[in-house]
């Protein structure tokens, strides 16, 4: 099994997307195990990072959504896309992002510079390697006769936008990986939902579920609606780190989500779960009891937000007063509606606990009463009471 290693007299870039390709054609790339010592790149080995050659982050928010993945991304603080960009994290490669959210060029043809050259160069195979991020859901282009649902720049020749299915077509093959941001990327979303004239559908959907990039990497979703900022900027970090040699293939779940990050339900996380367990349940918002029987999905829900927080630890839907709408799961939103109804399957589960959870709360109340209470020795005098014996 060869060590992959970089060699500091060849830029790394080439480098960088050889390493993976090699990881998952050698059975380094494996998602069930650690990547072993031998096996991590030598840091000795590793250029200085403002003398590697970048990877790309080559974002097309031009798919059917609102841009609040983008949008969410600014707010990210574990890490932040300050702290990938500028390499402050250990052995990150340096990382160049074209985003059309912050990049100066975006907008209108500049020439040379102009922001949606680097697409361009990527489709003509100059720059290597990159990962493609895409925000939005994808528009079924095959189902009209003329016009287009979404362009992202203009195709020179004919003057005619760039759909969509365009560039996945173009740029999916040459990427190192494939990340679909946000649920209507993932899975279609709301864009996707019956009755819709779009035939709107998630990136696997149009790639296809079982699609693999070059390296051999699988397309990478990380749903939300809007994403968990966090939840986004670890995942790009974690896919720069395995591009380098220093992770295995990262492990998704048959949904083709992070499995670190969607393995446990809403209500695993919930602030609000002991209540759940007592049959405490809130009839009206702005209490503190547990919103199943106003509508929320989260014992059903895969979504670590409960336990990581919306921004800087902060927040997360239930435990900050909202139902969980299930907007992280493939079957949003159709599967979940309507929101503000109890959810049919709850309904046993939670006539079950509040039967059983008055008997346990009454038993807690008795040994409650006993340990709030100090032992009876501590007090003054002069007599020993605690036992003690020399
Ligand atoms: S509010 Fe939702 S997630 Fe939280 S305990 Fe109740 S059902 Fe579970
Ligand atoms: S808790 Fe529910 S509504 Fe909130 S982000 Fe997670 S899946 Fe979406």
Redesign the pocket.
Known sequence: MSTPTLDPARGNGEQLGKLSAEAASTGTARSDERIQPEERVQPDRVPAWEDQAPIHLLWINAGLSCDGDSVALTAATQPSIEEIVLGALPGLPRVDVHWPLIDFDSGPEQGADTFIEWYRKAERGELDPFVLVIEGSVANEEIKPEGYWTGFGIEPATGQPVTLTTWLDRLAPKALAVVAAGTCATYGGIHAMAGNPTGAMGVPDYLGWDWKSAAGIPIVCVP??PI?PDNLSETLVYLLYQASGQAPMIPLDDQLRPRWLFGST?HDGCDRAGYYEEGNFARTYGTEECLVKLGC??PV??????KRG?MNGLG???NVG????????PG?PDRFMPFMDEPPGSRVSSAASQIYGRVITNLRRITLHTADKEPKWRRRGDELLTGYRP
């Open positions: 939300g609606c968990q809403v999905w989260g829900v895969k979504c670590n937000v409960p919306w997360g839907c239930p909202g139902i969980c709408i299930a907007c992280t799961m949003f």
